[in-house]
């Protein structure tokens, strides 16, 4: 009678009245959205001036954002990433996984091995040569805040631990919510490739294409605009002092940078203009092969057995300790606060900031997946990456720090590597081939951020005209080169800064954007039919217990109109027009 009592108090859409998967437009004309465009390019050469004429304003002003948003809000970064973990988690367990990220019968449009190697180049590809080997190692040395290793095998655990866990499944899952609810929305529902086209079941059409939705796409922007240029930051910071190390320039100094900052910003505007197919896919299979050779010789040429002991040792503890550090907030103090500016809270703001451009990246190339295997495909084989990328570089600089080498007094996260691949033969070689990695995975994941933009700035277009995406390519040069100046010697503290304050207005967008997901989800015709169906055979059966007692069979057949227990199915009257459809 469970069935009988939930048929009372609810009413259900009749499939036949609830809107089909629309045909999606195979050409969008560019628009130039004035408002959109006009703001954010206004607002981001106005920051590029500001640096250029007072940079020491600008820092001032952007350390005091920095600690008013890590002390106030950095409880909000954390609850958010966590909460996001297990949402596509059980997005992906629950009957929504079947759905597909397209209309019915559609096909993925890149392979498997592609569509990983794009979704990893463009997610996170130029932090893990940058951090590869120097997280691990600084939180070896210096214990983060609530772990008190009382061994040196603790710490060993603990540092393997926390480096995954801004590695590993909280990072993805902030990209899938994004990935998940604009491939939905794009090529299932039809709409716009817009971040601000998936609020239409929450804020409506007007709203959601009047003022509404371009503030949401402003936000977006600027997360991308600024996420974007601290990968450009932290990329020339390390092909910079990889030169310095290979003997090619001597001291390092602000014009360096900027001319690599130049040379980058050239290449990934040249990969963008050629297009998704021609351009980032071939950037991100040979990308894919260089690193895979690069993690072989790391491997096989430094502590192979201790990596190997590492890599169980590493999973084991992360889940073991995952709520503890998900739980570390500014509360324990100020060491703890200055940790989590540094570490955690930086990189959720980090990821948060590359989202809009991540996230519908890695939505256009899923095309054809069902929920189930881009959650599957985004969540749990990038994180299984990031374990043995992790394990092998992080454990062979542990090893080579317990082996007397020294690493940790290198004084800076982007010659880590190189000290650790100088402990190794041909450093020359592998320390170039370092600079190469880098270079590429910056293009192509800048590439894919000024494609983005352009396509935020134009209504949602496929391809965006090559002048918005190549002015949106040059304004991330310009404010990565002064995001660097601003930082002065500690160059990364700069570029933190600003990475954080940007991301928190996309945070409270990104929430918002899983609760319209799930209002969107509610309402897939696949859903709508399968709930139908379920409260049919509820009925069919009461009617039956209630006709025939224990006496009957239930059968699937045709009957005349208005005779079918579906007829008993409360579903709401439908609108004038409605039944013309549905007929």
């Not at 954390?78 to 596509?88: E, N, S, W």
């Not at 997005?91 to 890149?110: N, T, V």
């Not at 290449?267 to 895979?292: D, E, H, R, Y």
């Not at 650790?420 to 590429?440: C, N, R, Y």
Request: net charge negative; with cysteine.
């Amino acid at each position: 009678m469970a069935g009988l009592q939930r048929l009372r108090g609810e009413t259900i859409s009749h499939p036949a009245l609830e809107p089909t998967v629309e045909e999606l437009r195979d050409e969008q004309p560019g628009r130039l959205d004035k408002v959109v465009f006009g703001f954010t390019a206004v607002v981001s050469v106005a920051f590029v001036l500001w640096g250029v004429l007072s940079p020491t304003t600008l820092g001032g002003a952007s350390k005091t954002g920095l600690t008013w948003v890590v002390a106030n809000t950095g409880w909000l970064f954390g609850l958010a990433a966590t909460g996001f973990v297990f949402f596509v988690l059980w997005l992906a367990a629950s009957r929504y996984g079947a759905i597909p990220l397209a209309r019915d019968g559609e096909s993925p449009e890149f392979s498997t091995i592609s569509w990983v190697a794009m979704m990893f180049s463009a997610g996170m590809g130029i932090g893990l040569m940058f951090y590869g080997a120097a997280e691990p190692l600084s939180h070896f040395v210096t214990t983060p805040p609530g772990q008190p290793s009382t061994s040196e095998a603790d710490a060993v655990r603990d540092a393997m631990a926390t480096t995954l866990f801004h590695w590993g499944l909280h990072p993805w899952a902030i990209y899938a919510i994004a990935g998940v609810a604009i491939a939905y929305s794009v090529f299932r529902k039809g709409r716009p490739l817009t971040i601000s086209a998936v609020f239409e079941p929450l804020l409506g059409k007007r709203q959601t294409y009047g003022p509404g939705g371009k503030v949401i796409d402003i936000f977006a922007i600027f997360a991308t605009l600024f996420g974007s240029a601290t990968s450009l930051g932290l990329g020339v910071l390390q092909i910079a002092h990889g030169a310095q190390i290979v003997g090619w320039i001597g001291e390092v100094g602000n014009a360096f940078l900027i001319l690599l900052i130049c040379g980058l910003t050239i290449c990934f505007i040249v990969s963008a203009v050629s297009g998704i197919a021609k351009g980032i896919q071939w950037l991100s299979n040979i990308n894919m092969g260089l690193a895979v050779a690069l993690a072989l010789f790391v491997f096989v040429g430094g502590p192979t057995l201790f990596i190997l002991n590492l890599l169980p040792t590493t999973l084991g503890t992360y889940f073991q300790q995952i709520m503890l550090m998900s739980s570390t907030t500014a509360a324990l103090g100020p060491d703890a606060e200055e940790w989590l500016a540094s570490w955690t809270i930086f990189y959720w703001a980090w990821w948060v900031s590359w989202t809009p451009f991540v996230g519908m990246f890695i939505a256009r190339i899923s095309k054809g997946r069902t929920i189930r295997q881009f959650v599957s495909g985004v969540l749990l084989l990038p994180s299984m990456v990031s374990l043995v990328w992790f394990c092998i570089f992080g454990g062979a600089a542990i090893n080579a720090e317990q082996q007397g080498a020294a690493l940790s007094e290198v004084g800076d996260a982007e010659s880590t590597l190189f000290a650790l691949l100088h402990t190794m033969p041909w450093e020359g070689l592998t320390s170039v081939l370092v600079m190469i990695l880098v270079g590429i995975f910056f293009v192509s994941g800048a590439d894919s951020a000024s494609i983005v933009m352009g396509t935020l700035s134009e209504n949602g277009t496929m391809e965006p005209r090559r002048l918005t995406v190549v002015f949106w390519g040059v304004v991330t040069g310009a404010v990565a080169a002064i995001m660097l100046v601003v930082g002065g010697k500690d160059a990364l503290s700069g570029l933190q800064s600003v990475t954080i304050i940007a991301g928190l207005p996309f945070l409270v967008v990104l929430i918002a954007m899983a609760a319209a997901l799930m209002r969107d989800l509610r309402h897939d015709p696949r859903i709508v039919r399968g709930r139908y169906a379920e409260m049919a055979i509820d009925q069919a059966v009461v009617q039956g217990v209630s006709a025939h007692g224990d006496d009957f069979a239930l059968a699937v057949g045709r009957t005349a109109p208005g005779q079918g227990v579906g007829a008993l199915v409360p579903t709401p009257e439908p609108e004038e027009g409605d039944e013309e459809e549905a007929r």
